[in-house]
């Protein structure tokens, strides 16, 4: 069996790893000629059998995997997901609908389709310049609003707001640089701010059937320059009221936006008026470890997708609507308060918390750290599991180390010594 990743980055890296594995022939591709070296750092060569690199035109692209006997290309990544589903159209390959290509990536445009399909999502505009934001803003009569890219991922560019000056200078900021990938900002949404609690779901479709693989719910803080920051995430049984309640929604969602036959990542907000989506990308949830999250829920997205790839038929085997036993797991993402070049030995002195599982860094020793204000600077994440009381303590412990200068230090911080980071698949 050839499957194609274009964009393997993120829990793509993960996806061909885990498909090399099952001895399937991966191949890789760029969706562009250089990329974030956020996500480059985490590319696994190794993992495939041939690597395409960046080829502009898409009728070559294809004719090359024609010619290497692909039967899929996926996203790897964000970035990747409007190339890869072009490539498997012009090969007749399964993937997601045509019509609804472009809602997929461009959250306005995927905010009108689920709303076409009589789903909630965040009242907001779509503003070209400044003054076109602010004058929504003065005229929504919301108090509190977001700015943010149309098809960003990773929190990149969002700025929670609340006066005037804050909306321009926000929108301004988005339209006037890239987003991660690459892409120019050609508007800036601006959006209510939902007051809820946060979930993600990953899915996996096949064929228009939609099977659940994880539900997370996301704790956030608020970072200097009013940017969300992620602080940990903890899974939610699907046969709990609110994650039924998920279940529906998402599965509604996908059905919206023409999600046919990949995995799915959604982020929804429980509100007083009910569920509202955030986003979703037609691709794997990102900032992930597969293998933890199988040892201790049962399941993970990759291992669903995998399994769904290699086995076609065997999602209607997969019941996703029973309970996963296991220790209570929390996913921690780490913050950097001190600008610096990184300690080495971080890893190891995360790991001496008794309830650390993993632990996964973006940097290196001797990188150049900025504070935490997305998930772009986060110097990487912790599974920490075990009793909740003890998990807490930890993760008390861990944000403590953190205060102190656990990654670069204030001047005079102690110095770590011990082995050095290592580097693991980021999210997209």
């Not at 294809?62 to 090969?91: C, Y």
């Not at 004058?135 to 929190?155: M, N």
């Not at 046919?260 to 007083?272: D, G, K, L, N, P």
């Not at 992930?288 to 290699?310: D, F, K």
Request: glycine share 8%; charged share 20%; with cysteine.
């Amino acid at each position: 069996m050839k499957i194609a990743i274009v964009d393997g980055y993120s829990t793509g890296s993960a996806l061909a790893l885990r498909l090399r594995d099952q001895d399937v022939k991966v191949i890789h591709l760029r969706s562009q000629s250089a990329n974030n070296p956020y996500l480059e750092r985490s590319f696994t060569p190794h993992a495939y059998a041939h690597d395409l690199g960046y080829t502009p035109d898409i009728a070559e692209a294809a004719d090359q995997l024609a010619a290497l006997g692909a039967e899929q290309v996926l996203a790897g990544a964000e970035s990747g997901v409007m190339l890869a589903e072009a490539l498997a159209r012009t090969l007749n390959l399964p993937t997601n609908k045509a019509d609804t290509a472009h809602a997929r990536r461009d959250k306005q445009l995927m905010a009108d389709a689920a709303r076409a399909a009589g789903l909630s999502t965040p009242r907001g505009t779509a503003a070209a310049t400044p003054d076109q934001a602010v004058r929504w803003y003065k005229d929504s009569g919301f108090t509190h609003v977001v700015v943010k890219p149309p098809a960003s991922a990773g929190t990149d560019g969002v700025r929670f707001c609340s006066t005037i000056r804050e909306v321009e200078e926000a929108c301004r900021t988005v339209l006037d640089r890239p987003n991660m990938f690459g892409e120019r900002n050609t508007v800036a949404l601006v959006q209510e701010r939902l007051v809820g609690r946060e979930y993600y779901i990953n899915t996996v479709s096949e064929d228009g059937r939609h099977k659940v693989a994880e539900i997370w719910r996301y704790t956030k803080t608020v970072g200097d320059g009013s940017t969300p920051v992620y602080d940990y995430e903890e899974p939610v049984h699907p046969t709990s009221p609110a994650g039924r309640i998920l279940r529906i929604f998402t599965f509604n969602v996908l059905d919206a936006l023409g999600i046919w036959s990949t995995a799915a990542h959604t982020e929804v907000m429980i509100t007083q008026r009910g569920p509202v989506l955030i986003e979703t990308g037609a691709r794997l949830g990102g900032a992930t470890s597969p293998s933890i999250i199988e040892r201790h829920l049962g399941v993970s997205q990759t291992g669903l997708l995998v399994r769904t790839l290699t086995q076609p038929g065997s999602l209607d085997t997969f019941d996703d609507e029973k309970p996963t036993p296991g220790d209570h797991l929390r996913n921690v993402e780490l913050i950097n308060h001190h600008r610096g070049l990184a300690h080495k030995g971080v890893a190891d002195r995360i790991s001496e918390l008794p309830t650390a599982a993993a632990v996964f860094l973006a940097c290196n020793p001797g990188d150049q750290l900025e504070p935490t204000r997305d998930l772009l600077t986060s110097p990487g994440y912790v599974y920490l599991a075990g009793t909740p009381a003890v998990v807490q303590r930890d993760y008390e412990q861990l944000r403590h180390w953190e205060s102190e200068g656990l990654y670069t230090g204030p001047a005079g911080a102690p110095q770590h010594t011990d082995a050095g980071c290592t580097t693991c698949p980021v999210s997209a």
